[in-house]
């Protein structure tokens, strides 16, 4: 049995990984005005936050279309017996339902989507165990009965700079009524039940980091490995910073730099940071 392994391009995973294990990206957009443009084909991460800057009004962001994916998938119907395709939470984008929707329609390939409930390097994370399962022999039930397994122990934590990009969006969920307090705060965010709520109200960066650091901590002293991903919004530095800090106390463990790219990023502002991690 050949099996293909699908994504969407909120996975950020770094392109050598898409290499060494053929992974298949749909994308998403965001839309300047009339321009839409597909997220790492017609628009870098770096030229989509310098364009942010100059733009008078917030891009506006767009799920693939289900004839996108459709066309997407026939295509791995010549080649591929199953897709496994991961995807972004379905609590703030309708592509998970678009490739379930689109999958029905095409014959030929066994379509599982698999929805990561959250999105960025978290995703990335199940997308890369599937790849290396499916490289390996293994069958798509399986497959998805290890991401399951994975998704006990993910955890993931982020905090913005400005929430009025989260609110205007509309992906804020379940504190609607906090807003107006949680604009003077730095929070910290998860996802619950899909969809991104805040987890605690802090006062400042500085804390909100050292509080998500601090749960990172928690489960590093427990033992076993963890696999673990610092995440930036067009600050790097900050994401090394903390990744270095991590690593001088745990050099055992695995940690990479990543980052919130145009979709995502459009929605938390730059100078988002988060950490995603899991035991592996």
């Known amino acids: 049995m050949k099996i293909a392994v699908m994504s969407d391009s909120t996975s950020y995973m770094p392109d050598e990984w898409i290499e060494r294990y053929n992974i298949h990206i749909v994308p998403l957009s965001v839309v300047f005005g009339d321009e839409s443009c597909r997220e790492g084909i017609d628009i870098t991460t770096e030229r989509f936050y310098q364009e942010v800057k100059e733009a008078k009004d917030l891009p506006k962001t ?4 289900i004839g996108m994916i459709t066309e997407k998938l ?4 010549r080649e591929y017996d199953a897709v496994i395709s991961v995807h972004l ?17 095409v014959e030929g390939i066994d379509v599982y989507p698999y929805d ?25 039930e399986p497959i998805i009965q290890r991401l399951d397994v994975m998704k006990k122990s993910m955890r993931a934590y982020f905090m913005v700079d400005d929430l009025s990009h989260l609110q205007r969006g509309g992906r804020l969920n379940g504190a ?3 807003v107006g307090s949680l604009l003077q705060v730095k929070p910290v965010l998860h996802f619950v039940d899909k969809q991104i709520v805040p ?8 804390k909100a980091l050292n509080r998500i650091m601090g749960m990172l901590e928690e489960d590093a002293e427990k033992g076993g490995k963890l696999k673990v991903a610092f995440i930036h919004a067009n600050d790097e530095a900050a ?7 991590f690593d001088a106390a745990h050099p055992n463990m695995d940690t990479m ?19 995603c991690w899991y035991q592996e």
């Open 257 to 275: 730099v990543s980052y919130f790219g145009p979709v995502i990023g459009t929605h938390l502002g730059e100078g988002a940071v988060g950490v």
């Open 74 to 77: 026939e295509e791995l119907a």
């Open 62 to 65: 767009s799920q693939p279309s």
């Open 176 to 178: 609607q009524a906090l």
């Open 116 to 140: 990561s409930e959250l999105s960025c390097m978290a995703q990335g994370f199940y997308v890369a165990e599937a790849a290396k399962l499916a490289e390996a022999g293994e069958t798509p």
């Open 89 to 105: 939470s379905s609590g703030i984008s309708g592509t998970y339902q678009a490739v379930a929707s689109a999958g029905e329609m």
């Open 199 to 206: 987890f605690e109200k802090i006062r400042t960066r500085k």
């Open 239 to 245: 994401a090394v910073r903390l990744k270095d800090t």
